[in-house]
């Protein structure tokens, strides 16, 4: 694992330009601060609910539209609602149900909402990232992960489902040796669900084994066109190696 110590630090400040080297000295260790960086989304009705207004959104989708079968569902925070799943993923259903800033308890509250209207033939889900830059314990993201990814294999017991790993970042760099501890917790359990692990991490890395700055746009947290094409061509990968006929139950 690099060092990240302040030599790292220092590469990373060089890569990610001023601005968000700045906002790294602000966030410190647990990231705070980085949701400024977050793309503006319209306020929601209630805030005693969070992301109500996305998560209407959905329902209102889902009613405008007819059902895709044999979909492929994405779930998870900005890092799946920022993805160009449709033209990504050209040639096969899909459904985008990533909502910026959510956390994993957040995706279990509204759980059941985010589900689409007939069952998926498989699921990618990315989430746990903005728990620890709460301050969440590594244990607790774990937990939490392996609950919603249980709930799934529950509703789901034969669609193929995936876990896309927290992925490190140059403005969450400090963050990524509890990102890898949630990442050795959840694969571990999800190799005895029948839940394929990917390891989006990896392929973002540059050489010298700190996050490649070229793959994030400026705000030094969300990947850019050429980050997301990382991770799509490894999603591809798992959908390649998936029976071609539909094993998930009709009922």
Same mark, same amino acid.
């Given at each position: 694992m690099a060092s990240t110590g302040c030599a790292g630090c220092t590469v990373i400040k060089r890569r990610v330009g001023l601005a968000a080297a700045l906002v790294l000295a602000c966030s410190g260790p647990a990231g705070v601060g980085a949701s400024a960086a977050t793309p503006a989304r319209p306020p929601n009705a209630d805030p005693a609910f969070p992301f109500s207004n996305e998560i209407e959104a959905f329902a209102k989708a889902d009613a405008a539209d007819p059902p895709i079968r044999d979909a492929t569902l994405f779930l998870g925070s900005s890092s799946i609602r920022l993805w160009d799943i449709a033209g990504s993923f050209r040639g096969i259903g899909t459904v985008n149900r990533g909502f910026g800033g959510a956390t994993t308890p957040h995706m279990l509250h509204y759980y059941e909402r985010l589900l689409p209207p007939v069952p998926p033939r498989a699921v990618v889900v990315y989430v746990g990232e903005n728990d620890l830059a709460a301050g969440a314990s590594p244990e607790r993201v774990a937990r939490d992960v392996t609950t919603l990814l249980g709930r799934l294999r529950a509703d789901?017991?034969?669609?193929?489902?995936?876990? $896309?790993? $927290?992925?490190?970042?140059?403005?969450? #760099?400090? $963050? #990524?040796?509890?990102?890898?501890m949630v990442n050795r917790l959840v694969e571990r359990h999800a190799a005895s669900r029948r839940i394929s692990y990917l390891d989006g991490g990896r392929v973002l890395l540059a050489p010298d084994g700190l996050p490649d700055a070229s793959l994030f746009r400026a705000d030094g947290l969300h990947m850019n066109a050429r980050g997301y094409e990382r991770w799509t061509r490894l999603v591809n990968q798992w959908l390649d190696g998936l029976p071609r006929s539909s094993d998930r139950r009709t009922s």
């Open positions: 789901y017991p034969r669609a193929h489902i995936a876990y $896309l790993c $927290l992925k490190p970042s140059p403005i969450r #760099w400090t $963050l #990524w040796p509890r990102m890898q």
